[in-house]
């Protein structure tokens, strides 16, 4: 069972920048594909960015391309969301998911595992 913890949330205003963490308990989240979720209040959680588990290939949501980047630390067992200029309505839960087929990314129901989530708060 792989445990998936989140950290770096917090309140950041609009327009400065955060970075995401998400650390794996077990070496096996190096052949996995990971994910970025969100969820705010109200709202469907919905995919935010994902990579592959080489790192070669990401994804994201079109609402924050040009602002996230996804990278991952395979020898620390970390996956990274770095997030800049920062938008009120970026303020979500974020979660960082592990294992599931490439082409369905941006799919929740897909993933193996789940953090517990981190909260972003971002103020105009």
């Known amino acids: 069972q792989v445990q998936l913890v989140e950290s770096g949330g917090g309140l950041v205003q609009a327009g400065g920048s955060l970075r995401l963490s998400c650390i794996a308990s077990?070496?096996?989240?190096?052949?996995?594909?990971m994910g970025w979720f969100r969820q705010a209040p109200g709202k469907e959680r919905e995919s935010v960015a994902a990579?592959?588990?080489?790192?070669?290939?990401?994804a994201y949501a079109d609402s924050v391309k040009g602002r996230f980047t996804i990278s991952r630390d395979k020898p620390k067992n970390a996956v990274y969301l770095q997030r800049n200029s920062l938008k009120p309505e970026d303020t979500a839960v974020y979660y960082c998911?592990?294992?599931?087929?490439?082409?369905?990314?941006?799919?929740?129901?897909?993933?193996?595992?789940w953090g517990q989530g981190t909260q972003v708060t971002v103020s105009s």
């Open positions: 998911a592990a294992n599931t087929a490439w082409p369905n990314w941006y799919k929740d129901y897909g993933y193996t595992y």
């Open positions: 077990e070496r096996a989240f190096a052949t996995y594909t």
């Open positions: 990579i592959n588990w080489s790192g070669s290939t990401t």
